[in-house]
C-alpha cells in the first residue's frame, strides 16, 4: 500500500475497515487522552463499532464527502487525520486528527495534516480548511496555529460533552493564506 514519509519513522497511510483490529488496539492504547476532548474512542468502542466508523470513512472517501489516514511510526499505528467534513462543490472542509500520548510531541499531527490540507487545496481546489476544537484542548489549538489556521470565532457552549457543554473555536485556513505560507517560489 502506499505510503507518505513524514520523516523520523513515521508514515500516512490510508486507513481502511480490514484495519479494524489495529485501530482497536491502537484506539485501547490511547482511548483515556484520545477521549478527553473528543468522542473518538465512544465510537470506536469495540470490533464491531471499530470497523463501522471506519467503514462510514470509506463510505465518504467512496462519495468524496470526506477521507481518513493514520500515521503509522516504526511500524505501530499511532494516530491519524482527516477530513470529517469534505464539500468539493462549495470548497469548504473541516480537518481533525488524533494521536495515542506516545506519539505526541513529535510534530506527527502538524506534518500530516500539512500533507493533506495542502492536497484539499493544492489538488482539490478547496477555498477554506476549518479545525473546529474545544477551547479547553490546548494542544490540538496549538496545531491550528502551527498551521497557519486563524481563529474566526467561538460557538458558546454548543457542545455536550460528558456532562458539560463545552465552547466549540472554529479555526480556519483560506486557500490564498496556506499557498502563499507554502510558496516554494
Ligand atoms: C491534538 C493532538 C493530536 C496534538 O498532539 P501534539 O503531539 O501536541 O501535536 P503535534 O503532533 O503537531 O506535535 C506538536 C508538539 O511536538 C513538538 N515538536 C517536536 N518536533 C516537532 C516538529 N518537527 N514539528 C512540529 N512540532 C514538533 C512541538 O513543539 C509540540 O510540542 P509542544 O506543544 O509541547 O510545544 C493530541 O493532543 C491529541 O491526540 N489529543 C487527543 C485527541 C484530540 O483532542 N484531537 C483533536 C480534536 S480537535
Known amino acids: 500500500m502506499f505510503a507518505i514519509s513524514l520523516g523520523d519513522g513515521a508514515e500516512l497511510r490510508p486507513l481502511e475497515p480490514w484495519q479494524a483490529e489495529e485501530f482497536l488496539a491502537h484506539m485501547d492504547r490511547g482511548r483515556e487522552y484520545i477521549g478527553q476532548h473528543v468522542g473518538l474512542p465512544d465510537v470506536a468502542a469495540d470490533l464491531d463499532s471499530a470497523r463501522s466508523w471506519l467503514q462510514s470513512y470509506a463510505d465518504k472517501t467512496a462519495a468524496d464527502t470526506g477521507r481518513l489516514y493514520g500515521i503509522w511510526l516504526d511500524g505501530l499505528l499511532v494516530g491519524g487525520v482527516l477530513f470529517r467534513v469534505f464539500d468539493a462543490g462549495a470548497g469548504n472542509c473541516e480537518a481533525g486528527c488524533w494521536l495515542e500520548p ?17 492536497w484539499a487545496v493544492q489538488e482539490r481546489g478547496m477555498h477554506r480548511v476549518e479545525w473546529l476544537v474545544s477551547s479547553e484542548n490546548i494542544p490540538s489549538i496549538n496545531v491550528a496555529k502551527r498551521l497557519g489556521m486563524r481563529c474566526d470565532g467561538v460557538l458558546r457552549e454548543n457542545s455536550p460533552y460528558r456532562g458539560v457543554r463545552q465552547n466549540t473555536e472554529v479555526w480556519s485556513v483560506l486557500a490564498a493564506e496556506w499557498r502563499s505560507a507554502h510558496s516554494t517560489l
Not at 505526541?104 to 506534518?111: D, E, P, S
Request: proline letters at 0%; charged letters at 25%; zero cysteines.
Open 102 to 118: 506516545a506519539a505526541a510531541g513529535r510534530g506527527l499531527v502538524t506534518r500530516a495534516a500539512r500533507v493533506i490540507i495542502d
